[in-house]
């Protein structure tokens, strides 16, 4: 059975870093991307940036190059979303999942809440 | 980049069909067969339900079914329930921007 596992909920501060997880399980982790996607209070849904795992080639959201890091250890078969100075606007529900062929996202992670405070 | 456009909202009573519009451009719709759809339950992780414009993955009613004319793909729910009342995303592949594009969104009602 394919499942994606996140990492649970933080409370953070302004400042402050933060790397949360999403691991893959139930298929090969390396032969499918792995995206993930914001989306803020009572707002939509936001892709990030997608990583494949096989040779961790990453693409990013221009709105999001240079804000987030994303990497994957396959080794683990996990995926990692990270910030080095969080900010009160990155507070959100933060969603992994396993994109596959076409461009459907067929399996979701149960998302991370981040709540950061000033 | 920018979002595909959605209806706001949508709403429809029980048993009746409703449709939902999606629309792009010549970029991601209207030439690429890579439309899917995601129904988001409140406080829930979405959940696909329709991908490569027409496919319904196994597991998934088939009161519901997707189209595309155009630079407009749609989603209809037939034979609307109680349990069809949730936010409705499109996505879309797109080749002006790095990554896939999502709609904005459609809260449906089921009056």
């Known amino acids: 059975e394919v499942q994606v596992v996140q990492s649970g909920a933080q409370v953070k501060k302004s400042g402050e870093s933060l790397k949360i997880s999403c691991k893959g399980s139930?298929?090969?982790?390396?032969?499918?991307?792995i995206g993930w996607v914001r989306q803020m209070p009572g707002r939509g849904l936001e892709w990030m940036g997608i990583?494949?795992?096989?040779?961790?080639?990453?693409r990013y959201s221009p709105s999001f190059r240079g804000q987030v890091t994303i990497s994957a250890d396959k080794s683990i078969s996990t995926a990692y979303l990270q910030w080095r100075s969080l900010k009160a606007s990155d507070t959100a529900i933060y969603y992994c999942?396993?994109?596959?062929?076409?461009?459907?996202?067929?399996?979701w992670g149960q998302g991370t809440l981040i709540t950061v405070s000033s | 980049q920018s979002a595909l456009t959605q209806p706001a909202s949508v709403s429809g009573s029980l048993g009746q069909s409703i449709t939902i519009s999606c629309t792009g451009t010549?970029?991601?719709?209207?030439?690429?067969?890579?439309v899917s759809w995601y129904q988001q339950h409140p406080g829930k992780a979405p959940k696909l339900m329709i991908h490569?414009?027409?496919n319904r993955p196994s597991g998934v009613s088939n009161r519901f079914s997707g189209s595309k004319s155009g630079n407009t793909a749609s989603l209809t729910i037939s034979g609307l329930q109680a349990e069809d009342e949730a936010d409705y995303y499109c996505?879309?592949?797109?080749?002006?921007?790095?990554?896939?594009?999502f709609g904005t969104g459609t809260k449906v009602t089921v009056l």
């Open positions: 999942a396993r994109r596959g062929g076409g461009g459907k996202v067929d399996y």
């Open positions: 139930g298929y090969i982790f390396t032969d499918y991307w």
């Open positions: 990583i494949y795992p096989g040779d961790s080639d990453t």
């Open positions: 010549s970029s991601d719709v209207g030439t690429y067969n890579y």
């Open positions: 490569d414009v027409t």
């Open positions: 996505n879309s592949y797109s080749s002006s921007a790095t990554l896939d594009v």
